[in-house]
């Protein structure tokens, strides 16, 4: 079944402005981590917050979790034409390994130069 | 460049031909995983191994065959594919309490 979804499905904003990504998730989780995929590429991953943790930070990322409601949120700070790309967020639960992610389906983000 | 490759990139096959596809990782990692990433689908994982052994199988036809010779390199044997079997087919990696490690995948054509 699908854990992760994304919102919005896409998004296009201006150099310079604020992006924000939100995931929803259906069952209990141990981490939710975060990847981006470039058009044609592999995805990289970019920022992993655990079940016990709130809110969590990586250069021009924030990433927020919010257990109670299932949810969380990526923001990107002062965006780049190179951020454009799709995001995606993504979860392990139970005793599953890091590996064996249920992923969303992402959102494409647009920065226009 | 992200120490896991795929080869090839490009992958066009008949329904009715054998052909494999390879990952390797340079990272040193013990685990390795085979994703499936169609359109407009969230990417959907279909085998992963452990040490070479295979530790998951979500369900996935026996048309696509996995093979874990050492823990540096992973392949996915396909034959009688499907159109719908068309998609970017991504291989990852990974080390106990690590995130993965993706290649740029194979783009699989089925005509």
């Known amino acids: 079944s699908q854990q992760g979804e994304e919102d919005p499905q896409a998004l296009s904003i201006q150099e310079g402005e604020n992006a924000t990504m939100n995931c929803s998730y259906k069952t209990s989780i141990n981490n939710l981590q975060w990847y981006r995929q470039n058009s044609g590429r592999g995805l990289v991953h970019l920022i992993l917050?655990?079940?016990?943790?709130r809110e969590k930070h990586s250069g021009r990322l924030r990433v927020t979790l919010d257990t109670s409601k299932k949810s969380s949120s990526l923001l990107i700070t002062a965006s780049r034409a190179a951020d454009t790309a799709s995001y995606f967020c993504?979860?392990?639960?139970?005793?599953?390994?890091?590996?064996?992610?249920?992923f969303g389906q992402g959102t494409i983000l647009t920065v226009h130069p | 460049e992200t120490g896991v490759t795929q080869t090839p990139r490009h992958l066009v096959m008949g329904m009715t031909n054998k052909k494999s596809l390879k990952c390797e990782q340079h990272?040193?990692?013990?685990?390795m995983y085979w994703y499936k990433q169609s359109a407009k689908k969230p990417l959907e994982l279909m085998f992963v191994?452990?040490?070479?052994?295979?530790?998951e199988n979500n369900s996935v036809p026996s048309r696509f065959s996995p093979e874990c010779p050492n823990s540096s390199h992973l392949f996915l044997h396909l034959h009688t594919l499907q159109p719908e079997d068309s998609a970017l087919y991504l291989c990852?990696?990974?080390?106990?309490?690590?995130?993965?490690?993706f290649g740029n995948g194979t783009r699989l054509t089925v005509t």
């Open positions: 191994y452990n040490f070479k052994e295979q530790t």
């Open positions: 990272l040193g990692h013990n685990a």
């Open positions: 993504a979860t392990t639960a139970g005793g599953t390994s890091y590996g064996k992610l249920t």
């Open positions: 917050i655990r079940s016990n943790e």
């Open positions: 990852a990696s990974s080390t106990q309490g690590s995130p993965l490690h």
